[in-house]
């Protein structure tokens, strides 16, 4: 019986060993990758220059405010404290505009980068999953971090919902 049970372990075993499929995992240089594509280059000279053509405007209009603060600072014993009054509302208004300037200028350059590297990263991402199947891989690793770049493998998302009662 000892027998019997000391060979039933070692099929369930070998059985066990069989049935499970090593995985194969493989990293991936992304950002090496990225840089080193003509696409990325590209567009990231695109967006530096949109960038420093905004920020030209940008100081462009600080300089003229503070031109006019100094005349302002410089004048203001000579008017009276309504007109005082009325250039110091005046300046908090450009400074407001300004902020808005700077802030609509984040917002149109992070859409600019967006809608420039979308079909980069697509594109790359094309061609991992390519590589990825023509060669096995269940998993690719992004070699300068822990992000997970494609995935073949199972996922067990689904029995780990069921065994925190999630379903």
């Keep these: 019986m000892k027998k019997l049970s000391v060979l039933f372990a070692a099929a369930m075993m070998v059985v066990s060993v069989g049935m499970a499929k090593a995985q194969k ?4 240089d992304v950002a090496g990758i990225l840089n080193a594509m003509p696409e990325k280059k ?26 006019k603060y100094a005349l302002y600072t410089k004048e203001a014993p000579t008017k009276t404290e309504a007109e005082n009054k009325a250039r110091g509302e005046e300046m ?3 400074q407001e505009e300004m902020a808005q300037m700077e802030d609509k200028m984040r917002k149109d350059a992070t859409a600019k980068q967006d809608l420039l590297f979308e079909p980069i990263e ?5 061609v991992v999953t390519k590589v990825a199947k023509a060669n096995g891989y ?19 998302t689904a029995a780990v919902k069921k065994e925190l009662g999630l379903q």
């Design 25 to 28: 995992i493989a990293t991936l």
């Design 42 to 67: 590209k567009a990231d000279t695109e967006i530096t220059t949109f960038v420093n053509a905004k920020q030209a405007e940008l100081k462009k209009k600080a300089e003229a405010a503070q031109t």
């Design 92 to 94: 908090q208004k450009v």
């Design 122 to 126: 697509k594109k790359l991402m094309d």
């Design 138 to 156: 269940d998993y690719i690793m992004d070699a300068n971090s822990t992000g997970l770049v494609y995935k073949a493998g199972p996922d067990a």
